[in-house]
């Protein structure tokens, strides 16, 4: 018998992904499901994507260089320069999708049994990234209640220790949809100052911020620059998320030039998605424009509708596509399965991401659900509606 | 002051890119370089990749399966088929490259402080993968006198330790174009055997064997498939290295379940990259024996020219499309920058790897060279003049 690492076997399965076997038999039993468990938008990907990898037409596929191509670098400079983010060349690398991003951030900022505070419920990939490199994920517990508002300092400051190198999270918040307001942002920037931590700042959803909110990137606050990392991505940006494109972007060049050399260590970044992001980074902001007021539209939809629902507890989300609710149930990942297996209207069920796997405290998040508003509005009406008739008759609902 | 970490700053920089700048200095001031230093093919990529990749119709760029496109996974089954290898679809995941594929095996085997056997020298970015995820790299020291072959048996059995949890090796090994016997290979999976190890067998050379030899793959040993992790890549099979798909296949699902996890961590690779590579695993068989003609006749240029050349040692090759030679200089190293920097005929000069850097040994390999014979006959013939007058001028010559 052959004895497989503790650091993979210990990993968490991914909750997003877990339950796909029961969606496929629902599918193969010929029910029709709504995903709203997964973050792959509908909305279509910009159309000069292909346009450029079409008329890509040399004869060698060849390796590009390790940090990107230096279009695509050029063209992320131009992009951040419309936030007030100003970097140069030798500050971007091109990463493997935002997920590489945040694997090699990690490896740079801390060594094995190292810690790493996260707001939480988080983005349950950033367990897998920091078990495979055996670094220790501590939570900084965030409520339904408050919106998944950060708590108070004091309360981050007693779980800081030497062990502690990094303070990761994602702003626009996945799964919460939370917008951290600019003091929040700003007492991060404090505690990382004054603990000596790194930021690894995923601001994946930049441009997904509704009413009118001010949005405050940790790329912004010069005064904590050599130690903010921050991550992107194409994926939700320009709804190209098989792209995988993302990067590493840090005025620490010093943090740089040791990513690089994880970068060489796996060659290179595919060169026709590379052509292509090249194009999606010079997408117009008027998309953005017409994106957001789809997801604005879709957002109050799922807000409006849970909240006519008893029981149902969920605060206003403001960015991102998600939305955290607490579900009058015992168990939402059995409540999940149930609508998958025992439950339909018509042939048609829903399915949602159980969220106990987005917090790493024992026992949190289980009457929690993550909903993400990725389909049009005719279908989010059916999908909440469904959701309605399964909790009025789930067979362990609590109220 | 902000501090990374030990394992990425004491991680070894790539020695096939680091000397980079110098060649980017020399082609500032005008000096043609023939760039022997990377594995990077002139070959053609079969036009199948692109063809399919530009008939991509899909509006959304949406993320492909963790484990890969269900379509890619049975062309590669197919092509295993006709080398006696039987993976089944849940046996196979496509990872971004073989670098990825090699991370995630590494993972999957090995805990931090855990150890992995390695002939040296060996593909250096080994080192970034081990030292990434803080496993050891033992080295099983091979000689250029014996043409790279492997040392007996009971010169490996004294380093294994309760910490070795695999062997792992490239065959046809990079940078030395080793093709291992049909004992060596039993031999090893005899230790493997007898050890409990896993055997991580990068085998993305497979094709390229000369002199009409006969391959031995660890695929093909019956007995020890539930410890065999194959590691695949399209990069060099198919002349596609920027394309970064690779895969890992392996018989025991066990692993292969686990790995996936992994995989669902960074999501999944590219889904355009996977179309095209479809096409590429059904390219016929009469593809590589023309690829192979080529390659032969370069490596019998470079073989027969470097034996010309007084004081250089340089057994016949007979895989991959590398030679690593000791040549009679103070530091191979040196000897590089020294050509880029002060050396050329008629503007033109040559690029090659330093070999220290594949070492793990300290001190070994100082005087050694990798040479990849990716140009065409004329370029490497050109090459091969400029090196032996190169090694006539050099001030640091020990002839």
Chains 1, 2 share one sequence.
């Not at 951040?80 to 991003?101: C, P, R, V």
């Not at 409006?304 to 969920?314: D, I, R």
Request: net charge negative; charged share 25%; aromatic share 10%.
């Amino acid at each position: 018998m052959m004895n497989l690492s503790k650091r993979i076997t210990s990993m968490q399965e991914s909750p997003i992904r877990k339950l796909v076997p029961y969606a496929q038999a629902a599918k193969a039993n010929g029910k029709k499901v709504y995903h709203l468990n997964i973050g792959q938008p509908d909305i279509e990907t910009p159309s000069s994507f292909m346009e450029a990898i079409r008329n890509f037409d040399e004869k060698v596929l060849a390796y590009s260089l390790s940090q990107g191509m230096p279009e695509l670098i050029d063209s992320m400079i131009d992009y951040y320069k419309k936030y007030d983010m100003h970097f140069e060349n030798d500050e971007i690398l091109i990463t493997n999708g935002g997920s590489e991003a945040l694997l090699f951030a990690m490896i740079a900022v801390a060594d094995a049994g190292d810690e790493v505070l996260v707001p939480e419920p988080f983005y349950t990939n950033y367990n897998g990234f920091t078990s495979a490199v055996d670094v220790k994920v501590v939570p900084i517990t965030c409520k339904a209640e408050e919106g998944f508002h950060l708590p108070n300092r004091k309360s981050i400051e007693d779980i800081i220790n030497p062990k502690t190198k990094a303070i990761m999270l994602s702003n626009p918040g996945n799964p919460t949809g939370v917008v951290y307001t600019k003091e929040e942002i700003h007492m991060l920037a404090d505690l990382a100052k004054e603990y000596n931590l790194f930021i690894l700042a995923d601001e994946v959803y930049r441009e997904f911020v509704y009413d009118g909110l001010e949005y405050t990137s940790f790329g912004n606050i010069k005064e904590i620059q050599d130690r903010v990392v921050i991550i992107d991505s194409v994926s939700k940006r320009y709804s190209a998320c098989g792209a995988r494109i993302g990067s590493v972007a840090c005025k620490n060049k010093e943090l740089i030039k040791e990513v690089l050399k994880l970068c060489q260590g796996r060659l290179c970044v595919p060169t026709l998605e590379q052509v292509g992001a090249i194009e999606l980074y010079k997408t117009p902001e008027s998309y953005f424009k017409t994106v957001n007021k789809e997801y604005e539209k879709r957002r109050d939809i799922v807000y409006t509708e849970l909240n006519k629902m008893p029981g149902v507890l969920c605060k206003k989300p403001t960015g991102a596509f998600y939305v955290a609710a607490k579900l009058p149930v015992d168990d939402a990942e059995k409540f999940v399965i149930w609508m998958l297996k025992d439950f339909d209207i018509d042939g048609e069920t829903l399915m949602m991401a159980p969220a106990e796997g987005f917090y790493a405290t024992p026992g949190l998040g289980k009457d929690e659900v993550r909903i993400a508003y990725v389909l049009n509005e005719d279908d989010l009406m059916k999908s909440m509606n469904l959701l309605k008739v399964a909790l009025e008759l789930y067979p362990n609902k609590t109220i």
